[in-house]
């Protein structure tokens, strides 16, 4: 299900699903769309502070759901990733995101609503910066990446960056299917709940520290035994970012990928910059994508009409 691409003019709203955004680079945000000709509205508990969440579960769902309702608001965007989004997936309004599908933008945490609605509805989501706008993170290619993603119904090509830690993961033959998943702790966080079968797909995983390298063997190995891999076509890493100088007993943490992911038989594009690192991509989830390992590019359907 493809949501209408943006135009000039439209409506769209910020929330805060997961933890609470800093209010400068949320201002940064709103110029950077504004710029785009869009007219920027901020939910109600965008700003709200819980611990480590933006406010109660049930004040974050209901912005989520209150601009899956309005059928002015064109795209939903997330402030920021962090913890909670998993805490409300459940709730989302899966009815008025049916009756109009409309793009939620967002990555890390925010990969368990993209997976829900995916499973709930077939909708496809942007895997893309969040509206925290930090400009040394996010240059002009990177808001230039995030447009077309949203305002033009071009093809999206990725190319592998060697300097990614990633890169080296790289292997096999090109493959095609669906593409699906995220930052992999909230991917391996959704087994049993929102994460659908990707049987056919090719799995899109990115990391971030906080997880030791026998974290990140457990969430691979679980998300092997789930079943939910089993036909699998494929894998496009991201970025790995802030595992560089982890090392146990002469194994890092590419040593742990390549071991988890070589029993998966399957192609491996990596080195994609796509995650928590600078200058990240915008991509899809839930359409077409073919990684070549040996040109090194993903190349995803668009996902807007």
């Not at 965008?46 to 759901?65: K, Q, T």
């Not at 939903?76 to 709730?91: L, P, Q």
């Not at 609503?113 to 942007?126: Q, R, S, T």
């Not at 943490?253 to 594009?269: A, E, G, Q, T, Y």
């Amino acid at each position: 299900m493809l949501p209408p691409r943006l135009h000039p003019g439209d409506r769209v709203r910020f929330v805060s699903p997961a933890s609470t955004p800093d209010r400068e680079l949320v201002a940064n945000g709103v110029n950077l769309l504004t710029g785009w000709g869009l007219e920027v509205e901020l939910g109600d508990h965008v700003f709200d502070s819980l611990g480590y969440l933006a406010g109660a579960d049930e004040d974050r769902l209901a912005d989520l759901n209150d601009a899956f309702r309005d059928p002015g608001v064109r795209a939903v965007f997330a402030t920021r990733g962090g913890k909670g989004a998993y805490r409300i997936a459940g709730g989302l309004d899966f009815d008025a995101v049916r009756r109009d599908p409309k793009p939620l933008i967002g990555f890390s945490d925010i990969t368990a609503l993209h997976l829900a609605l995916w499973k709930e509805v077939g909708v496809v989501g942007i895997h893309g910066p969040s509206m925290s706008w930090y400009e040394p993170n996010c240059g002009p290619e990177c808001a230039e990446a995030l447009r077309q993603a949203l305002m033009t119904t071009d093809e999206i090509i990725v190319r592998q960056d060697p300097n990614e830690l990633s890169a080296a993961l790289t292997e096999g033959e090109a493959a095609s299917g669906l593409l699906m998943g995220g930052n992999l702790d909230t991917v391996r966080g959704a087994i049993g709940v929102d994460l659908p079968s990707l049987n056919g797909g090719i799995l899109l995983i990115e990391l971030n520290h906080g997880t030791g390298l026998g974290m990140v063997d457990r969430q691979l190995t679980q998300l092997m035994r789930s079943g939910l891999l089993d036909g699998l076509r494929g894998v496009a890493v991201g970025q790995v970012i802030g595992f560089e100088d982890d090392v146990c007993n002469g194994w890092t943490v590419l040593d742990v990928l390549r071991d988890r992911l070589s029993k998966l038989d399957v192609p491996i594009l990596g080195g994609l910059p796509i995650g928590h690192g600078a200058q990240p991509a915008t991509v899809p989830l839930g359409t077409v994508a073919t990684i070549n390992p040996t040109a090194g590019t993903l190349t995803v359907d668009p996902g807007v009409r």
